[in-house]
């Protein structure tokens, strides 16, 4: 007779599809929503949200929807590449932001994308798609292109050997022209997105490194297109990024 496989493995399968089902645009779900986003049936999807919500990590509002609950988000900020590196960096990026009054955030790589584990809105800059937590394509943003230059080989080689998503006029689809740019950020020690997310952005990114000088982060200003050269960006983005390393480096 053939070894059971445990239960618990399908049940934790399902209840990810469940969490998967949210998203920026999907915050609060109706059981139905529920089901039909995590392509499950309704009977499975009540009996797992009910279990779900005793624990915390599914709430219920006055009309009855579905949210992530706050028990889940406890149990998130532990992670040390997410809280652990947003508190050491959050005083130099607050730094960053008030010189500057721009748009400031920082992230790091899961896989062949990037997540946010920060995002300062300046007070007077150009609107940016980005929250914490979201996650985007490496090869568009500043981060994104800082962390892709430092990524190992093969997630290199996936990213350049499949269709390079564009989102503007002035996204980098060539992978010829990819390959040549990510060897530029890593001999000038910063990466430039001129446009390539949105025609009015522009942004300036740089290495955040561990003890080890191995980059696991990446700090950038996301300005108005035209308003600064980046260049003159640079130094700042450079300075605070070294600044975050060294105290990483520290603690």
Do not use: C
């Not at 645009?25 to 919500?53: I, N």
């Not at 962390?147 to 290199?156: C, F, G, I, M, N």
């Not at 010829?176 to 942004?203: C, M, P």
């Amino acid at each position: 007779m053939p070894p059971q496989r445990p239960a618990t493995g399908p049940v934790l399968g399902r209840a990810l599809r469940i969490f998967e089902a949210f998203g920026p645009q999907h915050t609060s779900l109706t059981l139905t929503d529920l089901a039909r986003r995590a392509g499950l049936p309704l009977s499975t999807v009540h009996r797992l949200a009910a279990e779900l919500l005793a624990w915390g990590a599914l709430e219920r509002d006055a009309a009855g929807r579905y949210n992530v609950g706050l028990r889940l988000w406890e149990v998130a900020a532990l992670a040390p590449r997410g809280q652990g590196l947003r508190e050491r960096a959050l005083p130099y990026l607050e730094d960053l932001s008030q010189v500057t009054h721009e748009n400031v955030q920082l992230a790091v790589r899961e896989g062949s994308e990037l997540v946010f584990v920060e995002r300062i809105a300046g007070s007077r800059a150009v609107p940016v798609h980005t929250r914490v937590g979201g996650r985007f394509a490496l090869s568009a943003t500043g981060v994104g292109l800082v962390l892709l230059a430092h990524a190992p080989a093969e997630v290199q080689r996936e990213i350049l050997g499949s269709a390079i998503e564009r989102f503007t006029a002035h996204t980098i689809t060539d992978p010829k022209i990819l390959i040549k740019t990510l060897a530029d950020v890593r001999t000038n020690g910063f990466a430039v997105s001129d446009r390539q997310v949105t025609e009015d952005a522009l942004s300036v990114a740089a290495p955040v490194r561990d003890r080890h000088n191995t980059v696991i982060a990446a700090v950038s200003l996301v300005v108005r297109h035209g308003t600064f050269s980046p260049h003159a960006l640079a130094p700042l983005v450079r300075s605070s990024a070294r600044a975050i390393s060294r105290a990483l480096a520290s603690g």
